[in-house]
């Protein structure tokens, strides 16, 4: 996800490790929050420069971010605890931010290929849901779906050249709830 407030900081905390202060090896990128909440957990907390792509993925509509039985065995314990204590799995201002970027995909701010860029596991949530629609809920709008899931058209976009699917997408694609959080 995109980050507005990145710092540079220590991975290994120089509290526990001031033999890498000095490292470059031990400079990561993060919000600042993140690095803050992280503070000295350095063995709990996954290092991003571990993390593949696979690992996470986006529930839809809860905002969640869960594992994947992707992580290896090793790396489960300390996946799930950099969720819970990063509050990346369900805290409060990330899933604010991730409705955010919903609502703005769903208003046409933003079409899939800036959602991927700016959201990627969000746009991927996106994505697994629309490709749970039944094809026959729209046909002859292929082409219109096609031009959609290749970023050339918003949603709104899409609703407009292709009204048979608009139900479709509604329904795999529901307003955020703003009673959640």
């Known amino acids: 996800m995109h980050i507005e407030d990145g710092t540079v900081d220590h991975y290994r905390s120089s509290k526990n490790r001031p033999d890498l202060a000095y490292e470059w090896n031990n400079y990561r990128f993060a919000s600042e929050r993140m690095n803050k909440v992280k503070g000295t957990e350095d063995e709990q907390i996954l290092d991003p420069f571990e993390v593949e792509d696979s690992w996470f993925e986006l529930l839809l509509p809860s905002f969640m971010l869960v594992t994947t039985p992707r992580v290896p065995e090793?790396?489960?314990?300390?996946?799930?605890?950099?969720?819970?204590?990063?509050?990346?799995?369900?805290?409060?201002?990330?899933?604010?931010?991730?409705k955010e970027w919903y609502d703005q995909f769903r208003a046409g701010y933003l079409n899939l290929a800036g959602l991927r860029a700016w959201a990627p596991l969000?746009?991927?949530?996106?994505?697994?849901?629309?490709?749970?629609?039944?094809?026959?809920?729209?046909?002859?709008?292929?082409?219109?779906?096609?031009?959609?899931?290749?970023?050339?058209?918003?949603?709104?976009?899409?609703?407009r050249e292709a009204p048979l699917i608009t139900q479709a997408i509604d329904e795999a694609l529901p307003p955020a709830d703003r009673r959640a959080r």
């Open 74 to 98: 090793e790396h489960r314990r300390r996946a799930e605890h950099t969720l819970k204590r990063l509050g990346l799995r369900d805290g409060e201002p990330i899933i604010r931010r991730r």
């Open 122 to 159: 969000l746009a991927r949530a996106i994505e697994r849901r629309l490709m749970q629609i039944n094809p026959n809920a729209f046909d002859g709008e292929q082409t219109a779906f096609q031009r959609f899931m290749g970023g050339e058209l918003t949603l709104p976009g899409l609703r």
